[in-house]
């Protein structure tokens, strides 16, 4: 699935012509946060989210109210900025580790939400790098001549999976959507991608219940070694970014901006400081949404869109890192 730039003219390519977001109505700030773990006696503070992650608040969803709703706000709002309907999608790709169902699939529930029928519609799987897997499959599908038009989404309610009893993970996580549409183009706006796994790591961060014989088994809320998680995230977003560059003939100069995963400020920093980007060249978006895993780079993306932050022809480095251990990069063309 990882591309290599074909720069002959006639190449199809796809470019990203639309995005969107939806976040859940209910803020909760460290402050409140820190005042709910008290009365289950655990110690928490504003001061020590800010420093060691950049969080300050996440928002986290109602009761009733699932990765497709909020999923299909985002694809809404994508498919008006992109100028499309409904009726012009021919490919739906939802990356989600909270769907709504065990089946049928998030990407399903929302095609029937957004009143289409027929066109693929799959669920993805990568944990907090779903999105640039997701961006990379539908990029390989457009440009193999089987879809044209493709939504493409990041949508998760992690705050279903917290476990509320633990503070090294719960101050962490936030529900939210981000989606693209992505179209055939004669020109190249995605320039290059790559994806990565290893599954060594299991351990280190998963959710490991399952569903067997009408019953949960084992644990189903997220469980994670910060620390581990924190220094192969460092590694591999540097190594991955200098892949895609490498692959389009780039170097970081020409990146206007990079949109990591945003799981930690410091993490983001680290790697634009690899990469000798000024820290006002990373979209940040962490210190409001906290980690909505495989939401955080479309969320992110949107806002910057959306706030004037990104325009139209600059180069932007999408980064994602999470569970399996999955990572990967995309490198486009605005
Ligand atoms: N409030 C107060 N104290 C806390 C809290 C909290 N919420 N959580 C932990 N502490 C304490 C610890 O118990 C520890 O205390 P001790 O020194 O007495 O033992 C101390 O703070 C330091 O804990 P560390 O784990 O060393 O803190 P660290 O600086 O490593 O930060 C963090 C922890 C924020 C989790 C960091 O390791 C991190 O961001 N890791 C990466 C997470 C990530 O990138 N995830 C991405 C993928 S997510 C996905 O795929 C779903």
Redesign the pocket.
């Given at each position: 699935m990882n591309s290599q730039p074909d720069r002959t003219p006639s190449q199809r390519h796809s470019r990203i012509t639309g995005t969107g977001s939806m976040l859940p109505h209910r803020r909760v700030s460290n402050h409140e946060l820190a005042a709910q773990l008290a009365e289950r006696g655990l110690?928490?503070?504003d001061e020590?989210?800010v420093e060691?992650?950049g969080i300050r608040a996440r928002r986290f969803a109602d009761p009733g109210v699932n990765a497709s709703d909020l999923g299909v706000g985002a694809a809404r709002h994508a498919l008006e900025a992109a100028g499309r309907s409904p009726e012009d999608v021919d490919l739906i790709i939802v990356a989600t580790s909270t769907p709504d169902m065990v089946f049928p699939s998030t990407a399903t529930i929302i095609q029937r939400k957004l009143g289409i029928q027929g066109c693929p519609a799959f669920d993805l799987q990568a944990?907090?790098s779903g999105f640039v897997y997701g961006l990379s499959v539908a990029d390989a599908m457009i440009r193999s001549g089987s879809v044209s038009c493709a939504l493409v989404i990041g949508s998760e309610v992690f705050s279903r999976i917290l476990d509320f009893n633990d503070?090294?993970t719960c101050?962490?996580f936030g529900d939210g959507a981000g989606a693209v549409v992505l179209e055939a183009s004669a020109t190249a706006g995605i320039l290059s991608t790559r994806l990565h796994a290893d599954g060594q790591h299991t351990e280190i961060?998963c959710t490991p219940g399952t569903v067997s014989g009408g019953q949960v088994l084992g644990d189903p809320l997220l469980k994670?070694d910060?620390?581990a998680?924190?220094k192969l995230?460092v590694r591999v977003l540097d190594e991955v970014a200098r892949e895609v560059l490498e692959d389009a003939g780039r170097t970081p100069a020409d990146i206007d901006w990079l949109i990591p995963h945003q799981?930690?400020i410091r993490?983001m920093q680290g790697t634009a400081k690899k990469l000798k980007l000024p820290p006002d060249r990373v979209v940040v978006t962490v210190d409001e949404h906290g980690?909505t895993?495989a939401a955080s780079i479309p969320l992110a993306l949107d806002h910057a869109v959306r706030s004037g932050q990104v325009r139209h022809g600059e180069t932007l480095l999408l980064e994602g890192?999470?569970?399996g251990f999955t990572w990967g990069a995309v490198l486009l063309d605005f």
């Open positions: 110690e928490t503070s020590w989210i060691r992650t944990v907090c503070r090294t101050v962490l961060l994670m910060g620390q998680v924190f995230a799981a930690n993490i980690n895993s890192v999470g569970g």
